[in-house]
């Protein structure tokens, strides 16, 4: 079993939609949460970025961590067809879980 | 644009051959990550350079192997090649020595190996 589960999608909505991305984990060190979006056939860019448990908000994305079920999510209000992209969760900690650890990636589809 | 810089875009080679790929890293970072993107096995760390020396090693075969140079770029050296490296690989950068601060991505290597 991987230590992050991403669904992989393909994640099809209409323009103005809201749009719920998520990740689960198995390791306890996880402490720092990412999401990252990847455009085809370029490299992956920071969307959001918290610290243990939470939400935070930046315009249209909302990013929540929920430890204790060790579960994080993405939330995109009035999705835009600029959204379509790879949207991949990534975590690390301490020690053994010090560097960036993946998800799959969600294949997001906004259609005009 | 990120910043960072990866030559080259595309490559593809044989196998049993090897190959070299280039990073440059922002402007005043000291960290070169790298990382392989491939369909079955999604995006994983490989290993990690801060200012010249190994910080930290993931899923890095042993054919594989890199190093940062005195002005801060990197190359990965990826030898003796199978079907199975054909990949895209990321190198990423950022400012400090540790993982969780903000990495930079670069456009990635499209390797292929046939």
């Known amino acids: 079993q991987k230590e992050v589960e991403q669904d992989p999608g393909p994640l099809s909505v209409p323009e103005g939609a809201i749009v719920s991305l998520n990740c689960t984990y198995s390791n306890s060190a996880f402490q720092y949460f990412m999401w990252y979006r990847q455009y085809s056939r370029k490299g992956p860019e920071l969307l959001m970025y918290t610290y243990s448990s939470g939400n935070k908000e930046d315009g249209r994305f909302t990013a929540q961590v929920d430890k204790s079920s060790k579960y994080i999510s993405l939330f995109i209000r009035d999705s835009q067809p600029s959204d379509s992209a790879t949207y991949l969760c990534?975590?690390?900690?301490?020690?053994?879980?010090?560097?960036?650890?993946f998800g799959s990636g969600t294949q997001l589809t906004v259609l005009p | 644009d990120s910043g960072v810089t990866q030559t080259p875009k595309h490559l593809i080679t044989a196998t049993g051959q090897r190959v070299t790929l280039r990073c440059s890293p922002r402007?005043?970072?000291?960290?070169v990550y790298w990382y392989q993107q491939s369909l079955d096995q999604g995006l994983q760390f490989l290993i990690h350079y801060y200012n010249g020396e190994e910080r930290a090693k993931g899923n890095i075969l042993e054919r594989f192997s890199a190093q940062q140079f005195p002005d801060l770029h990197s190359e990965l050296n990826l030898s003796s090649l199978e079907l199975g490296d054909s990949a895209l690989y990321f190198c990423?950068?950022?400012?400090?020595?540790?993982?969780?601060?903000?990495?930079?991505f670069g456009p990635g290597t499209r390797l292929l190996v046939l």
């Open positions: 402007s005043g970072d000291l960290s």
């Open positions: 990534a975590m690390s900690g301490t020690g053994s879980a010090r560097q960036l650890t």
């Open positions: 990423a950068s950022s400012k400090g020595p540790i993982a969780q601060e903000t990495q930079y």
